[in-house]
């Protein structure tokens, strides 16, 4: 056998140069274009549906968040079983998929069932948000950000529209998440006296609130061959709109927010936070797509 093997090598001689410099090729090619993994996921698909309702006790996040998106959930197609955990202001389901079911159709059923079931949730939740339960593999890069000059604040917000804007348009980026800091906003302390005073409830200033930082399209308007856009320009951009919000009116007189509230710039309430070497700082993780070379 091994010598009919050598005779037909010698006897067909280009054939089988041919045939190395081919496999060589397919070799080099295959080294340098082959995807990559570091940690290499070898689960089945699944993905978790984390959903906020701040304020709520865990039995309310239990019976009226997670529930109704774990009853949902259940019916998908290829959905081996359905996890959930729930806290306070906080819901978790975890839903996982027969092996071999595509990550991406997994997470479009996911979210096709989820629009039907958000309008039901209580008012105030937060949009549904999904990710890969297995996504502590696609964790790439951990950074800390920390500084002597700057706050706490303008730290989170460095982190949060420059480094995070910035790493999210890198090719194979998923998502990336900080913690830590504070983030800023504009607080409407409400006084409870002045509110009696005016007879003014916290209703009629959140609708105020509301309506009153709204832009708004006013359709078009014809001048002769030219059409000029109308324009409503309702938004807030500083203090002293805010301080000017009419929240009602008593007797002919506007009440303006300044009269019934003090108006500051303040950190949001946060659960948690980061610490180096004993000193704050904000954390960002960058997670890479699904099935992205590492």
Request: a neutral charge.
């Amino acid at each position: 056998m091994l010598q009919r093997i050598i005779e037909f090598s010698l006897k067909h001689r280009l054939i089988i140069l041919l045939s190395v410099f081919t496999a060589v090729f397919i070799g080099v090619s295959a080294l340098f274009n082959s995807p990559t993994e570091f940690l290499p996921d070898l689960s089945s698909p699944i993905v978790s549906v984390i959903t906020e309702r701040a304020g709520l006790a865990p039995q309310e996040v239990e019976n009226l968040i997670t529930r109704p998106i774990e009853n949902n959930l259940q019916s998908l197609p290829n959905v081996v079983n359905v996890r959930s955990r729930s806290i306070s202001g906080l819901s978790f389901v975890t839903v996982t998929f027969k092996w071999g079911t595509d990550y991406y159709l997994a997470r479009q059923l996911i979210g096709q069932s989820l629009a039907e079931v958000t309008p039901k949730l209580p008012a105030g939740t937060s949009a549904p948000f999904l990710t890969n339960a297995a996504s502590r593999l696609g964790e790439m890069v951990q950074m800390f950000l920390r500084s002597d000059s700057l706050s706490l604040m303008d730290l989170r917000e460095l982190a949060d529209y420059q480094v995070r804007l910035r790493l999210q348009a890198v090719p194979g980026v998923a998502r990336v998440n900080n913690v830590g800091g504070y983030v800023r906003q504009y607080q409407v302390l409400v006084d409870e006296d002045r509110l009696r005073y005016y007879n003014i409830g916290l209703n009629e200033i959140t609708e105020a609130l509301e309506d009153n930082n709204v832009s708004f399209s006013g359709g078009i308007l014809p001048q002769g061959s030219v059409e000029l856009t109308v324009r409503g320009l309702g938004r807030l951009y500083n203090f002293n709109e805010l301080r000017d919000v009419v929240v009602a009116t008593r007797s002919g007189v506007p009440i303006y927010l300044k009269d019934v509230a003090t108006l500051q710039e303040g950190p949001q309430f946060r659960r948690g936070l980061v610490t180096i070497d004993g000193k704050e700082a904000v954390r960002s993780v960058v997670t890479k797509q699904y099935g992205t070379d590492t």
